[in-house]
T-cell receptor
């Protein structure tokens, strides 16, 4: 079984709709991240969470919100979807402690199309 | 502010050629980490290598090698004797400390086409 899962894998929605993308991990990591990928722009950080009580905005958080329901779950919401939020969304986790190096492990991605 | 530049948008080579993917980074920190990830056509992101800022030793793993040079802020990736299966988008990333942990930013990626 995959260590980081994302649901749904594909989603088509209409402008103005609220949608939620979910991420679950079995790696036991404290840190979770949401990125979006657009052609030619690489991955850009939307939100990140270093533990259940910690939520931080990334470089492109406008139009998005997140919820860290548990150590293993981190959800991304689009309150009112717009077409330029059409992208590939990745969830990632990482584990860092003194003397350890941070590596991020990615989910399979969610393709979102906003019409 | 941190920044990662992958100047090569697309590279096309013929199988068995060697190819080098460039990565230049900017950071003010003395402690940071550099990564390379591969994204094959199937879309998933695959971790390839991590290097910390105190370790400038080059690394070789099979046909892959990485050249880290702090003097030029570069972390280049070379594939020797490329194969069609190497066709993918490759991302370089930089991770540096923020309050509570580390934050990672990615370059725009280099799309590699390996033709048979």
């Amino acid at each position: 079984d995959a260590d980081v899962t994302q649901t749904p894998r594909n989603r088509i929605t209409k402008t103005g709709k609220r949608i939620m993308l979910e991420c679950s991990q079995t790696k036991g990591h404290d840190r979770m991240y949401w990125y979006r990928q657009d052609p030619g722009l690489g991955l850009r950080l939307i939100y990140y969470s270093f533990d259940v009580k910690d939520i931080n905005k990334g470089e492109i958080s406008d139009g998005y919100s997140v919820s860290r329901q548990a150590q293993a779950k981190f959800s991304l919401s689009l309150e009112s979807a717009i077409p330029n939020q059409t992208a590939l969304y990745f969830c990632a986790t990482s584990d860092f402690g003194f003397g350890r190096q941070e590596t991020q492990y990615f989910g399979p991605g969610t393709r979102l199309l906003v019409l | 502010a941190q920044k990662v530049t992958q100047a090569q948008t697309e590279i096309s080579v013929v199988e068995k050629e060697d190819v080098t993917l460039d990565c230049v980074y900017e950071t003010r920190d003395t402690t940071y980490y550099l990564f390379w990830y591969k994204q094959p056509p199937s879309g998933e992101l695959v971790f390839l290598i991590r290097r910390n800022s105190f370790d400038e030793q080059n690394e070789i793993s099979g046909r892959y090698s990485w050249n880290f040079q702090k003097s030029t802020s570069s972390f280049n990736f070379t594939i020797t004797a490329s194969q069609v299966v190497d066709s993918a988008v490759y991302f370089c990333a930089l991770s540096e400390a923020v309050t509570g942990g580390f934050k990672t930013i990615f370059g725009a990626g280099t799309r590699l086409f390996v033709k048979a």
